[in-house]
């Protein structure tokens, strides 16, 4: 599978890597940066994206945390799952699969998620794994349900001819293609701010072309009918939510309806004029929040157990 080199904006090598088993045997892939016994982040990416998507957050933060980042199944070098394998279900099964892995028993962390990465941690509420391991959560650029009929990726009023060509969009099997400058420009208007920077633009459009097709639309067929909305009331940990004002895959009335039901709400906050990618296209931000969040809500601690429980993995799928 296709992956970046330090030139394209890459993270740091990481501390570690290593497969882990989810629920139904899928084999999840999982980097580990910075210290060992640093305050722990798990960071869950969106949809068509991969470790990569969080570079930034990762430099930024393996100095004095432990970063936990994974691909979702088919994604990156994640393989893509048999079948039944795309499911709501299963996205909670694997990110529980991950902080069973990487956390000793009882640790705590910060948990972030983009996009349906953010729809991973509202479908996990109620798992046992996320309550034993979530110190607070950050949600970023998500929604919960209703995400076709919300979207504004087509440039109509909202109706069901509109939803149905969204929902089009999201299955479509036509390859992506190169990048170039035509698919850049496609990729900034549907994920991106108007005044995206051009390097930001095109690390997002490597990462999404890099996602096998199959993935795509699988996931893409997943998304059209999500509904998690009754989960969210269920996220009984300190929740964040960030917002692009200018999102039209998962417009600010997704992040409103979420602060609203959240039932230990942080606030939501907006960035102006950002489009969908907001940890890539107000880094700065992002990571600022997940730093907020840790040194509010997580203890240093020394991790044993999960360094353990990791090798073991490690060695299993060898």
């Known amino acids: 599978m296709s992956r970046f080199t330090q030139r ?68 990156g070098l994640t393989p893509e799952p048999g079948p039944g394998g795309y499911s709501v279900d299963a996205l909670a099964d694997d990110l529980e699969a991950v902080l069973a892995a990487t956390l000793a028993r009882g640790q705590k962390a910060v948990l972030a998620g983009h996009s349906m990465g953010g729809m991973t941690l509202m479908a996990a509420a109620r798992r046992p794994g996320l309550r034993e391991h979530a110190a607070a959560v950050l949600l970023c650029s998500t929604g919960s349900g209703r995400l076709t009929a919300e979207a504004t990726v087509v440039p109509l009023r909202p109706s069901a001819f509109r939803t149905r060509l969204t929902t089009a969009i999201l299955g479509a099997k036509a390859p992506l293609g190169p990048v170039n400058p035509v698919s850049k420009r496609i990729l900034k208007y549907a994920t991106m701010g108007a005044g995206s920077a051009p390097g930001r633009v095109d690390t997002c459009a490597r990462i999404v072309h890099a ?93 044993t157990e999960a360094t353990e429980t990791a090798t073991s993995e490690k060695e299993d799928v060898a």
């Open 8 to 75: 394209d904006g890459a993270p740091p090598v990481p501390a570690g890597e290593l497969f882990v088993r989810s629920a139904d045997g899928s084999r999840i892939h999982v980097e580990l940066y910075g210290p060992e016994d640093a305050p722990a982040v798990v960071l869950a990416h969106g949809w068509t994206c991969n470790t990569h998507f969080w570079a930034a957050q990762i430099r930024d933060l393996a100095a004095d945390h432990r970063v936990i980042a994974y691909d979702q199944r088919g994604h």
């Open 211 to 303: 996602c096998p097709r199959r993935a795509r639309v699988g996931w893409g067929q997943v998304l059209a009918e999500l509904e998690v909305t009754a989960e969210v009331r269920e996220l009984r940990v300190p929740t964040a939510v960030i917002a692009g004002t200018d999102d039209r895959l998962t417009p600010p009335v997704h992040a409103r309806a979420i602060a609203a039901a959240l039932p230990v709400g942080l606030g939501l906050t907006e960035l102006a004029g950002m489009g969908h990618m907001t940890p890539v296209e107000a880094p700065e931000a992002v990571t600022a929040k997940l730093r907020e969040l840790t040194t509010r809500y997580v203890a240093t601690v020394k991790v």
